[in-house]
Each structure stands twice: as C-alpha cells, then as structure tokens.
C-alpha cells in the first residue's frame, strides 16, 4: 500500500485534502504506471517490514527486481508518489524504527528491527533523526537570532552555529576572526549573530564528538537549513552513504535517478552549509581527484581517511570506493 506522504508529513492538512490530492495526482497517471508505483511501494513496505538493510531498498536494487531502469522507476516513483523511492523509504523505516522504540526492549533492538546496521546508520540515513526542518531564516538569515562558539577539533577549529530552531552553519578555519567573519558573510541579514560559548556547550560537545569518534550524538541535532527541494534531494541521498564509503558525482546522479545533472548535484554539495554532518566529502571526482572542497582538500582528505580507519569498507552498491 502507497502510504501518502504529503498526508503523513502534514498533520494540520485534513485528511479529505490529502487524499483528494493523491487521487488526483494517480488519476492522471496511466494503469501500468500506477501499477509498477505500486510495486515499488509494496516492495519497499515488505523490505522494510522484513528488517532488511539499505543495500536492499539502493534505487539500483529495486529497479533490477522490477525490471526497469534506475531512471525510470525515480522519475515514474516520483510522479505518481510525490516523493522518490529513497525518501518514500527513508519515512517509512523511521515509522517503524519510532514503532519499535516504543515496544521494544532497547534502543539497540529498536535499531536493528527497524534495518538499520547500526547506531551511525540511523544517524547517517535518516533525516528524521537531523531533523532537516524547512529553515526557519529567510535568505541570508534575514531576522534570525544567531548564535555560534568556536572550539578546537581534530581538523584544527571547529565554528558550529545555531538559530532558536538548529544548527545551521558549521565551517572549519585556522582563524577564529576569519571564521567570525565568514559566518556573518552568510548570515548577513540577521537580527543578531552572538557567541555564546555556555549556551551551545552541549551541541559543540555532540558535533565534536562525532567528528572524534563516529558515534551517533547523545542528543538529536536539529538541522535548520535552506534549501531548494532538488538541494535537499542531493542532501538525503549524502545521508545515506555509509562512513568509509565514496561516490563520484556521477555515481550518486545514479543512486538519485539522474541522467547527466553531475553539475547540479556539485551545486547541492556546494551550497552544503553543515558540511560535517551532511557529509559531502564523500563525493570525489571520476578520476580519483579528491575534488572540492570548501574548508580545503587537506581536510577533506583527513575526514575520509579518518572514516576509512575507523569503519573499514561499507557496501552500498557495486560502485562504492574507499580511497
């Protein structure tokens, strides 16, 4: 069964409203389309429902059991759901992963019930668990309230700043002034932008740790960040790549359906304002160039070596590359 997003996402819309807007979004479709959206669904629902990893719910894995194309189950998925496979997946096992943290024994039963591999992969994979809320400052931080600390990391200094609603900026520097000032270059229209070393103790302690260890952080970190629905696209699927693993930028158009938009996806990654936790240092270029990076190839280098030392090779499909 199709389980409507836009109704599940937007509890303050009637249920009538939801379902009229699927109906006519199906309507319009041809029968063999609907159909093999359905058997999609349904074979994402049963995956999920069975406890089965993510290597089993790849766009690539479910176009070949549904004999058809990558491209043309994400286009078709899409059009006739409103959402793609890999977010109509990843909303449907954090319902279940929700289900089971309220009858289970543990948060650890929960984790694995639910398909993930582990701890990280909840973290890593799921939105939900970021929070990936509709950024609550206009462009430009156009009247937010800002604050932000700066701290030692294991990539030399660590700013991590934050609005009333999440984190929304993380950059990495040498210079506290110059990070100072890159922050209020990207929030230029805020109301006001305050360090606050005491107040954002607990959110640098989680990020730093998670930069440290790998660990999924002791508190949710909330992410408050603009952008356009295809950034936000380009972000979940960085989500969901495992630590240690690697995609080029052609290869992660593949895993999101695209045909030919490496260009775009590298705006996505571009325009990635938390940058350690939305992991865009896991996209390299074709040639085995590290590529870009906003904080610079040094670091970028460091980050995958060091997830490289510490988990070892992930699969998430045949393409998947440690450098």
């Not at 629902?45 to 993510?54: E, K, Q, S, V």
């Not at 932008?193 to 989680?206: A, H, I, K, N």
């Not at 629905?229 to 699927?237: E, I, N, S």
């Amino acid at each position: 069964m199709i389980h409507d997003p836009d109704r599940d996402a937007a509890p303050a819309r009637s249920q009538d409203a939801a379902a009229a807007s699927t109906l006519d979004r199906v309507a319009s479709e041809s029968p063999a389309d609907v159909r093999l959206a359905q058997a999609a669904a349904d074979m994402i629902d049963a995956r999920i429902d069975a406890g089965l990893d993510h290597r089993a719910l790849t766009l690539k894995a479910l176009a070949a059991d549904l004999e058809t194309s990558p491209t043309q189950l994400q286009r078709l998925f899409t059009r006739v759901v409103g959402v793609s496979p890999w977010d109509y997946g990843a909303k449907r096992r954090a319902d279940v992963f929700r289900q089971h943290l309220r009858s289970d024994a543990s948060v650890t039963d929960a984790i694995y019930a639910a398909g993930y591999s582990s701890a990280s992969r909840v973290y890593e994979q799921s939105g939900f668990m970021l929070g990936m809320t509709p950024a609550s400052c206009a462009r430009a931080g156009k009247g937010a309230s800002i604050t932000f600390d700066i701290v030692d990391s294991p990539l030399n200094r660590l700013l991590v700043a934050t609005t009333e609603t999440g984190l929304c900026f993380l950059a990495f520097g040498d210079d506290d002034a110059a990070l100072t000032a890159e922050l209020q270059a990207e929030f230029t229209a805020a109301a006001r932008v305050d360090r606050d070393p005491q107040g954002l103790r607990s959110v640098l302690e989680d990020v730093v740790e998670r930069l440290e260890t790998g660990h999924m952080p002791s508190r949710q970190l909330v992410l408050d960040v603009q952008g356009t629905a295809f950034q936000r696209r380009v972000w979940q699927a960085l989500l969901a790549m495992p630590a240690g693993a690697v995609l080029t930028y052609s290869e992660l158009c593949e895993e999101m359906g695209l045909e030919n938009g490496q260009r775009a996806v590298a705006r996505g990654c571009a325009t990635n304002k938390v940058s350690l936790l939305i992991p865009c240092h896991r996209i390299v270029r074709s040639d085995g160039g590290l590529g870009g990076y906003r904080w610079g190839l040094k670091r970028k280098q460091r980050l995958l070596a060091m997830e490289s030392d510490r988990f070892g090779a992930k699969e998430t499909g045949s393409k998947d590359r440690l450098l």
